[in-house]
Each structure stands twice: as C-alpha cells, then as structure tokens.
Nanobody
Framework: QVQLVDSGGGLVQPGGSLRLSCAVSGSIFSISAMGWYRQAPGKERELVAAITSSGRTNYADSVKGRFTISRDNAKNTVYMQMNSLKPEDTAVYYC???????????????WGQGTQVTVSS
C-alpha cells in the first residue's frame, strides 16, 4: 500500500522560511509528477508547485521567486523550500504524487495528510 507522509509545517513570522518534505513509501514501480497544493480556510485547494520525474518545474504565480520545489528520486521524496513567507501563504499544504504501483502497474494520484503552515506575527 502506498503512503505519503508530509511534514515541516509550523508557525513562522512574515518574511521567514520553512521547508516542507513528503516521503513516499510502499509498493512503487515508479513516480512521475509530484507536487504541492494548499488550501486556505474558505478557499478551494490550489496548485502551488509541481515537478516532473526529470526535474521540470512549474509554480503558481503567487509563489514564483519565493518557493522552490525539488525531489530526491532515490529517496522518493519531494521538498518545497518556502522563503519570504507572507500571511496569505497561510494554509494546509498537501503533497501529491502520481504513482505507478507494483505489481499491479495501476497508476493513481496519492495525497499526503496535510501539514499546517501559519504565517503570522
């Protein structure tokens, strides 16, 4: 069974930094795209950043230049370095991964449980 465990959230002051991590475990043949979404209270879940298996990235306009997504394919882990955090970045952050499972070879999207990021003075 595939599991995603995300971590690294917390309370930080405006202008501060956090690094989120998401580790994938279980019966995996391969992982293609990985990414981070966020959901603020009363708002829809939105894509923050994504990265392909070859390392190509894309970002929401609101985080470009401040957030950096990366992955370690050997560790089946995706990271997101968040700098210059703003109060409007406050949300629950969820990692996601598109996974080809072993031995079924069924490809599905999986989600982490979410980690709270709060930016406040």
């Amino acid at each position: 069974q595939v599991q995603l465990v995300d971590s690294g959230g917390g309370l930080v002051q405006p202008g501060g930094s956090l690094r989120l991590s998401c580790a994938v475990s279980g019966s995996i043949f391969s992982i293609s795209a990985m990414g981070w979404y966020r959901q603020a209270p009363g708002k829809e879940r939105e894509l923050v950043a994504a990265i392909t298996s070859s390392g190509r990235t894309n970002y929401a306009d609101s985080v470009k230049g401040r957030f950096t997504i990366s992955r370690d394919n050997a560790k089946n882990t995706v990271y997101m370095q968040m700098n210059s955090l703003k109060p409007e970045d406050t949300a629950v952050y969820y990692c996601t991964a598109n996974i080809d499972q072993w031995p079924s070879r069924v490809r599905s999207d999986f989600w982490g449980q979410g980690t709270q990021v709060t930016v406040s003075s």
